[in-house]
């Protein structure tokens, strides 16, 4: 199988890793605007050809990914539906509903699966993929009766060899639930690093006291802007709304330690311990 990969950061150089490793490809084009991209992924062996044509390296290809932040994949997706023929194609993007709207009269539209893979890291470019990323991690399918039969079928049969879980939802529920579970993450984790900075000018004393527990929850602060700015703007609605209940719960709390009522602070914590029963 030949593969092309549309954007050569941490989601698209990983897989790329992936498919290599697992024996799921013989060869593998990556597409970057950056040449400074191109160059890093051929010089780490996550690709093995660069490509700046974009027609060629989609008409060579058997599977097609576009990993590019969502504000480009609005563009670039449609691009690459216009260029193919029996290829199956699929994004890996964070946000769909708007995604899906964008291609929904597409004539190629059933060779192309809207995936999303439930994994990552705060660090991005050719030199943040690695491998095993996706080992025994969740992959959502959306909106699978748009694609033909034998284009999901296909990428049913990869991702499992890539030993991930796969589920099925409709772009809607996709969009809310990731904001629960994914994009609030990352807002409170940027929020937390600029009330640090902000309260705290001593950079060395941020290094030496930071705890184990600071650094696992403010770890997302180090992601890319040019890759969140996108998905909270595509998925404004429903981020809004989790952001709202989280500055809910926020209050909730202050009044209660300012009130000194400690007791229901102790029943609050006790009560979010009960995301132990479903997080291991």
């Known amino acids: 199988m030949i593969v092309t990969i549309i954007g050569l ?30 160059q890093k992924a051929l010089a780490l062996h996550l690709i ?3 490509s700046t044509d974009l027609a060629a390296a989609v008409r060579r290809a058997d599977l097609v990914v576009v990993a590019v932040p969502m504000d480009a ?16 194609v699929i ?14 009269g597409h004539t190629k539209r059933g060779r192309f ?4 893979p439930m994994a990552g890291t705060e660090y991005s470019g050719p030199e943040a993929a690695v491998s095993e990323l996706f080992d025994d991690k969740t992959l959502v399918i959306c909106d699978a009766d748009q694609s033909d039969a034998d284009a999901v079928t296909r990428v049913e049969a990869l991702f499992s060899l890539l030993n991930m879980r796969i589920e099925y939802l409709d772009a809607a529920a996709h ?26 000018k001593e950079e060395q004393q941020i290094f030496a006291l930071a705890s184990g527990g600071f650094a696992s929850t403010v770890r997302l602060a180090k992601s890319s802007p040019d890759m969140w700015v996108p998905i909270f703007r595509q998925n404004r609605v429903n981020v809004l709304d989790v952001l709202d209940e989280h ?21 609050q914590i006790r009560q979010a311990n009960l995301i132990s029963k479903i997080l291991k």
Do not use: C, W
Not at 22 to 38: F, M, P, Q, W, Y
Not at 91 to 104: E, F, H, P, W, Y
Not at 175 to 191: E, K, Q, R
């Open 73 to 88: 994949m609005l563009t670039v997706l449609p691009q690459v539906l216009d260029l193919v023929e029996q290829q199956v």
């Open 9 to 38: 950061g941490l989601i698209g150089g990983s897989l790329a890793i992936s498919l290599k490793e697992k024996g799921l490809t013989t060869h593998r084009i990556g597409v970057d605007l950056s040449a400074e991209n191109r």
């Open 247 to 267: 500055i809910k719960q926020l209050q909730h709390l202050r009044q209660l330690i300012d009130e000194e009522d400690f007791s229901a602070v102790h029943q």
């Open 113 to 116: 699966v809207a995936v999303h």
């Open 91 to 104: 994004d890996v993007g964070s946000t769909k509903s708007m995604l899906l709207a964008r291609v929904a």
């Open 175 to 200: 969009d809310l639930h990731t904001a629960y579970v994914s994009h609030i993450s990352h807002i409170t984790s940027f929020a937390l690093a600029l009330t640090v900075l902000e309260k705290e």
């Open 48 to 50: 093995d050809e660069a």
